[in-house]
């Protein structure tokens, strides 16, 4: 926890941002989760964690500028959010982002495989399409939920 907070404070102060105390907190908050977290559940947790009471938009400011850090991913499936296992080890949020959801457990899974990226790709310059970015969540059954 504590080398993933220091590599995310290195990567803000590299592109001059600062991952102030509240954008930490809600950092650690995220990684602590260990499944996508939605925004309210955050704002719980961090009311938890400050003593008082904090309004949405201190927990969606935060979100935004973890996201645009590459820190954090959304699910747009789940409306929730989960680290980038790419950010800890000092890369940037321009890999492939693909996610395996599992529908009964919530387990969620970063792919991150430039195959499934390149066909995209290709497939959308086959339609004319130019892609600036791309996000796959696909949903089933993790390998606990299959066995139960």
């Given at each position: 926890?504590?080398?993933?907070?220091?590599?995310?404070?290195r990567?803000?102060?590299?592109?001059?941002?600062l991952?102030?105390?509240?954008?930490?907190l809600?950092?650690?908050?995220?990684?602590?989760?260990?499944?996508?977290?939605?925004?309210y559940?955050?704002?719980?947790?961090?009311?938890?964690?400050?003593?008082?009471?904090?309004?949405?938009?201190?927990i969606?400011?935060?979100?935004?500028?973890?996201?645009?850090?590459?820190?954090?991913?959304?699910?747009?499936?789940?409306?929730?959010?989960?680290?980038c296992?790419?950010?800890?080890?000092?890369?940037?949020?321009?890999?492939?982002?693909?996610?395996?959801?599992?529908?009964?457990?919530?387990?969620?899974?970063?792919?991150?495989?430039?195959?499934i990226?390149?066909?995209?790709?290709?497939?959308a310059?086959?339609?004319?399409?130019r892609?600036?970015?791309?996000?796959?969540?696909?949903?089933?059954?993790?390998?606990?939920?299959?066995?139960?």
């Amino acid at each position: 926890m504590d080398e993933a907070l220091a590599a995310a404070e290195r990567q803000c102060a590299a592109r001059g941002a600062l991952l102030t105390p509240l954008r930490r907190l809600v950092l650690r908050l995220v990684l602590e989760a260990g499944q996508p977290v939605g925004a309210y559940a955050l704002l719980e947790r961090l009311k938890g964690e400050r003593g008082a009471a904090s309004a949405p938009p201190t927990i969606y400011r935060a979100l935004d500028f973890l996201l645009e850090h590459g820190l954090i991913h959304k699910l747009e499936r789940l409306n929730a959010f989960l680290p980038c296992v790419e950010a800890a080890h000092g890369h940037d949020h321009a890999h492939p982002h693909q996610f395996l959801i599992c529908r009964q457990c919530g387990r969620t899974a970063e792919v991150g495989d430039h195959a499934i990226a390149r066909a995209l790709d290709d497939a959308a310059r086959r339609l004319g399409f130019r892609l600036e970015r791309a996000t796959v969540e696909a949903e089933g059954l993790c390998a606990a939920c299959q066995a139960n």
